[in-house]
């Protein structure tokens, strides 16, 4: 009878040990969970900014290039709605966060985070595009620079050896047109 009791007695501590270890993994997965969100809240608000930094960067190098190379490209570099629109998301999920974390599963939690994670590596990949048109177009825009400095010089050596009035295509004058 004694070792009955005192079997029981292990079997009931066994089972509260592994009920206090299962409810403290699960705490620890669920702070883990919401560390992850805010975390990953952070870093998706500081590449939003970088992203809109970028942008304005490339701006810029389209404002320095001839208006009729860059007419078309304008449209696609004017994303300051869809960064506030992303920023608003972030927001949304912060306060989802504050809102409704407390009592969320802990499915609802890793999705939420599963969501943040696809939202970051989209935008990753957006900024490597990125990264590539600011290449891009700083190298069509030294080859500009190039082109322009070498038919500059070439247009003062006429001027100097007194040929400016000369067509730059044929080396002789123009013909006159009536």
């Known amino acids: 009878m004694q070792q009955a009791l005192l079997f029981a007695i292990i079997l009931a501590l066994a089972?509260?040990?592994?009920?206090?270890?299962?409810?403290?993994?699960?705490?620890?997965?669920?702070?883990?969970?919401?560390?992850?969100?805010?975390?990953?809240?952070?870093?998706?608000?500081?590449?939003?900014?970088?992203?809109?930094a970028r942008m304005a960067r490339l701006k810029g190098l389209l404002h320095k290039l001839p208006p009729d190379m860059?007419?078309?490209?304008?449209?696609?570099?004017d994303t300051e709605a869809q960064v506030q629109t992303a920023l608003r998301d972030v927001l949304a999920h912060r306060l989802w966060i504050k809102r409704e974390s407390a009592l969320a599963s802990q499915q609802a939690l890793d999705e939420a985070v599963r969501a943040i994670e696809r939202t970051a590596d989209h935008l990753a990949a957006r900024l490597r595009q990125l990264d590539e048109a600011s290449e891009q177009l700083q190298a069509a825009g030294a080859g500009l620079r190039t082109a322009y400095q070498e038919a500059s010089t070439a247009l003062a050596a006429r001027r100097e050896s007194g040929t400016a009035d000369d067509d730059p295509g044929s080396g002789s004058p123009p013909a006159a047109h009536h």
């Open 70 to 77: 860059t007419a078309p490209a304008m449209p696609r570099v």
């Open 15 to 52: 089972s509260l040990a592994g009920w206090l270890w299962h409810r403290e993994r699960s705490a620890r997965l669920r702070a883990a969970a919401l560390r992850q969100l805010l975390d990953g809240a952070d870093a998706l608000e500081a590449r939003l900014q970088d992203y809109r």
